[in-house]
């Protein structure tokens, strides 16, 4: 399947890349993926996209004119939720980043034709973090590291810290770690900046939060639930009339775990995102 836009997509690219969040630097490509009839009854259950290429950093829906009802696309990311429908008569489109929770809510009457389409992220060679607050940031990150830790329980004073973790806003893969998203791309500039003018060592690395939890279902017989989206087949369309969307109720917080891996240097992440 081949699919020609004008010279205007390109355009529209650098307004989504406008709207993303990310650095004016940066260019956006469209790489088509699939094209999805929804008939009626079909539907496609929350899901994340996983990453089809080390530069994919969010997913664009082009839902073409139809005359059908239902079919709306939900996306949802940090308790925000969006509804977009489609149009009879206009080329609808739709981007956000491939971490973000999305569905289709079931057609109703008639048919939904939708483009699918990777967004590639590629960053000037020339890109540099140019932010007045580096400065001071380099002086917190030496406040920081020169300060004893206060231990607990009246037990005195340990040594100073030796690493300081800061958690972005976004979901990240092992293969998009280095394509930032959003104010996690300036963020990381300008923690990047000021580690250089403090004399300090940065990295990237995944957060891997493991939680246990003791819960039950609606018919109120205990069971674990286990959500593992590096699984979950993405282009795989569930038509069925109706899904098991695995409802529970949490009850308790039994342990917690946050482990740090895949790290990748400073000098790792400014190749790859060029």
């Known amino acids: ?4 836009w004008t010279a205007r997509f390109g355009a529209v690219l650098q307004v989504m890349r406008d709207e993303l969040g990310l650095p004016s630097h940066c260019e956006l490509t469209a790489d088509l993926h699939s094209m999805l009839l929804y008939e009626t ?14 530069s994919m950093v969010a997913t ?5 004119p139809s005359d059908h009802t239902g079919g709306e696309l939900v996306i949802e990311h940090r308790g925000r939720r969006k509804e977009y429908r489609g149009s009879k008569v206009a080329v609808s489109l739709v981007a956000f980043y491939a971490d973000c929770h999305h569905q289709v809510l079931p057609v109703t009457a008639g048919n939904r034709i939708t483009l699918a389409y990777n967004l ?15 400065g001071e940031l380099a002086a917190c990150l030496d406040e920081h590291f020169a300060t004893p830790i206060t231990l607990s329980y009246g037990r005195g004073q340990a040594d100073p810290p030796i690493r300081l973790a800061y958690l972005l806003d976004h979901e990240y893969t092992a293969r998009g770690l280095t394509r930032l998203k959003g104010s996690d791309a300036a963020r990381a500039a ?15 690395a995944l957060a891997e939060i493991q939680e246990t939890w ?26 069925s009339d109706s899904a098991d969307d695995g409802q529970y109720l949490l009850q308790d917080l039994i342990g917690s775990s946050m482990t740090l891996a895949r790290w990748v240097s400073q000098e790792d992440s400014l190749r790859r995102s060029r």
Do not use: P
């Open 41 to 54: 009854g079909q539907f496609f259950v929350t899901h994340q996209d996983s990453e089809k290429d080390d």
């Open 1 to 4: 399947m081949r699919i020609e």
């Open 60 to 64: 664009l829906v082009v839902t073409l």
């Open 120 to 134: 590639l992220l590629t960053v000037g060679s020339g890109a540099a973090a140019q932010d007045t607050l580096t």
């Open 214 to 239: 003791d819960a039950y279902g609606s018919d109120d017989e205990d069971f674990w639930y286990d959500d593992d989206d590096d699984d979950y087949d993405d282009d795989a369309e569930d038509d």
């Open 190 to 204: 300008l923690l990047r900046a000021a580690a250089n003018l403090a004399d300090c060592e940065i990295t990237l």
